[in-house]
């Protein structure tokens, strides 16, 4: 049993650390793309979403070349001896970017939903914007954010391509489920593939049935 | 005690053009805006309460200037003391009605605890009769408690000046000449300014203020 609840366990860490980072890092950009009136706030949703359409490879690689220890970030975080490559922290950063539209795309649309005139009057009540956004805004996303944070910590936990490019296959340091997965299969170990198998779907369908039951359909005391 | 506002603005759109022009002077503790709907009496209160600024002109409220495009004052909304009352409310659809109230009290982060009450929400809550739907939200009450919390919610905060947006407009027929009754009665009581804005002329009958007529941006008539 241990061959699944080790990857499981890092696994899950590795999605929650995803998720979090996502919840703060995706609601904020969504919260000023909301807000920002500007031609360009198509382009910039556009390269915020590649993530989504480009192959997992793709994104690996690219983390490689900028977090690897002689790429752009990867010299500077050496210097300060931090290591991404390798490790299951470089794990986190993969499933994060992979997840990340996830989230963005989801708050941005609840944001969108949150009627301004909400917003309005909260300030005449004598609200400084960041109390308004504490207070109305994120409360009334709030629904949509969650929805959108557990597809992608279901992302998050099926994430292969880009972790094992940059994490890579390292069992009880680096290898989550889905690499253990393919590792089991490989060395044709069926029935402990089989198991994660189970254990990964059915960990995936919880979080997505929660998603769907707190989709903005069933917000029922939204408007008044 | 006195109103005295002078807006300009002009509003472009891709098919439509449309200028403001509103002068309006009153020592009046009822001044009543009337006009048809997209004659500007909207735009005229969104710039006393600091939601839109305007190109030129001047709000002084009981001699304190809250905007003045040639002296460069702009106040923030948050810090003009206009209470604003919205057409349709704008209550906090995820917030009890004593939450709603209190709203304005506590300007941090944080929004009302649902169970601790400040002594003046209480107050707020028993002058206008809302006890027993002060836990409940704002989708399960009813069109006249609405206005009720929204007026509560407004006057918690002691503003100088209290402006409606068409405050009768959303209220069936029998319970609109009630409510009317019911803003006088406070008006006087608590001697209010407000400011009102309606396109029906049983409002304007029924307030009996200093009312200025509006069409297409301009002041036509004032009576």
């Known amino acids: 049993m241990g061959a699944i609840w080790v990857p499981l366990a890092l696994s899950l860490k590795v999605a929650l650390w995803a998720t979090a980072i996502n919840l703060v890092l995706g609601v904020a950009v969504a919260f000023g793309l909301s807000r920002w009136r500007s031609r360009a706030r198509e382009v910039v949703d556009s390269i915020l979403t590649l993530p989504l359409v480009l192959p997992p490879t793709v994104l690996g690689y690219y983390l490689l070349v900028l977090l690897g220890r002689r790429g752009v970030f990867g010299a500077w975080l050496d210097r300060l001896g931090i290591e991404l490559v390798f490790t299951w922290q470089g794990a986190v950063i993969a499933s994060t970017l992979v997840a990340f539209p996830l989230v963005q795309k989801a708050a941005r649309a609840a944001f969108e939903a949150v009627d301004p005139q909400l917003e309005s009057a909260a300030r005449v009540l004598g609200l400084r914007e960041a109390a308004v956004f504490f207070r109305v805004s994120l409360p009334l996303a709030a629904r949509g954010i969650t929805a959108g944070a557990l597809l992608a910590f279901a992302r998050a936990l099926g994430e292969f391509g880009a972790t094992l490019m940059i994490a890579g296959n390292l069992p009880g340091r680096t290898q989550t489920l889905s690499v253990a997965i393919y590792a089991a299969v490989q060395s044709g170990d069926d029935t402990t593939a089989g198991l994660m198998v189970a254990v990964t779907s059915a960990t995936c369908v919880i979080a997505l049935l929660l998603a769907g039951w707190l989709a903005p359909d069933h917000l029922r005391r939204s408007r008044p | ?223």
């Not at chain 2, 300007?107 to 006890?131: A, T, Y």
């Not at chain 2, 209220?171 to 406070?186: K, N, Q, T, V």
């Open chain 2, 1 to 223: 005690m006195s109103v005295d506002i002078a807006v300009c603005k002009t509003l472009r759109s891709d098919d439509r053009h449309f200028e403001l022009e509103v002068a309006i002077v009153s020592q009046h503790r009822r001044v009543v805006l009337f006009g048809p709907s997209g004659s500007g009496k909207s735009l005229t209160l969104r710039a006393v309460a600091g939601l839109l600024t305007p190109d030129s002109g001047h709000v002084r409220i009981d001699g304190r200037v809250l905007y003045d495009s040639v002296a460069r004052v702009d106040l923030p909304t948050r810090m003009r003391g206009v209470a604003y009352v919205y057409q349709d409310y704008a209550l906090f659809p995820h917030l009890t009605v004593a939450q709603n109230i209190g709203f304005g009290l506590d300007r941090g982060w944080l929004n009302p605890r649902r169970r601790q009450r400040d002594e003046r929400v209480h107050h707020w809550i028993d002058s206008f009769e809302l006890g027993n739907v002060a836990d409940s939200y704002p989708s399960r009450i009813s069109g006249g408690q609405r206005q009720r919390v929204a007026l509560a919610r407004a006057l918690a905060t002691e503003p100088r000046i209290v402006v409606l947006d068409e405050p009768f407009a959303a209220l069936d027929p029998a319970l609109r000449g009630r409510m009317r009754a019911e803003l006088l009665a406070l008006q006087a009581r608590l001697d209010l300014q407000l400011m009102v804005i309606t396109h029906d002329p049983a409002d304007v009958d029924a307030l009996d203020g200093h009312t200025f007529e509006i069409r297409d941006g301009r002041v036509v008539h004032v009576g």
